[in-house]
């Protein structure tokens, strides 16, 4: 399968309808995941089916069992290799995956397998990249396990604190692997992330909250540990297609 063109944007999508909010707002290619407030975690089997069965871009769940760091037990391991499965039955393009290893390395040898056992669906590595202990050996290291593309914030806090060390990765790869910026970007700051990094694909949320219809409101009583529990996130068309002008005239003109 060849690359998508350049001049990507890959949306973050929480759900079946952010999938469908970024396609019509003219994303090429979602990573289906939930819980964006842990970084992503891996989709149900409905969300990935649905959005499989209705959507013309690509679908790419991620593959992550939980939210926190990215060392896994064996049973965390068997639970990647059966979502991965699933994800190839229901003929995605890809995964987002990633595993280190307790010194901050790439494990090559876990990564190595579910690579495999995912094919003929392509592999991309996500943020666990940020939390390596040298970027640039794990970049070689991914290169070698033949990632198609690693998301990245060049280990700061947002995309735009990490653009010197993202330019230098994009000149590092040359060619060999898509480097793509993901982070706290939106259409303000796409156009300068562009112009300093060198950066043709990049990953955004494009999210908004949407209030809640419930009339009545128990505010006595929490259900989790987010603070409005009577408003929840979807993808914003409408800032999908910012984010997708602005990526066009910055690489365009």
Known sequence: MSEVAIGCLEVCANSYQ????????????????????EGGTTPSYAQIALAKKNLSIEVWPIIRPRGGDFL????????MKEDIKICRSLNCEGI??????????IDKERCAELIELAKPMEVAFHRAFDMSNDMDQALQDLIALNIKRV????????AILGA????????????????????????NNIKNLINQTGATQFHASAKEFVPSKMEFRNTETKM??????????????????????????????
Request: net charge negative; proline share 1%.
């Open 18 to 37: 952010s999938a469908l909010a970024a396609q019509n707002g003219g994303a090429k290619r979602v990573e289906l995941c939930d819980n964006l407030a």
């Open 72 to 79: 896994y037990s064996e049973i965390e391991l068997e639970l």
């Open 96 to 105: 987002v995956t990633g595993i280190l290893k307790s010194d901050g390395t």
């Open 151 to 158: 998301l990245t914030s060049g280990g700061a806090s947002s």
């Open 164 to 187: 010197e060390k993202l330019a230098q990765l994009v000149k590092k790869a040359n060619g060999r692997i898509t480097i793509m910026p993901g982070a706290g970007i939106n259409e």
């Open 224 to 253: 989790g540990s987010i603070e409005d529990e009577y408003r929840y996130e979807l993808t914003a068309e409408i800032k999908v297609k910012a984010l997708v002008d602005c990526i066009n005239n910055a690489i365009n003109n």
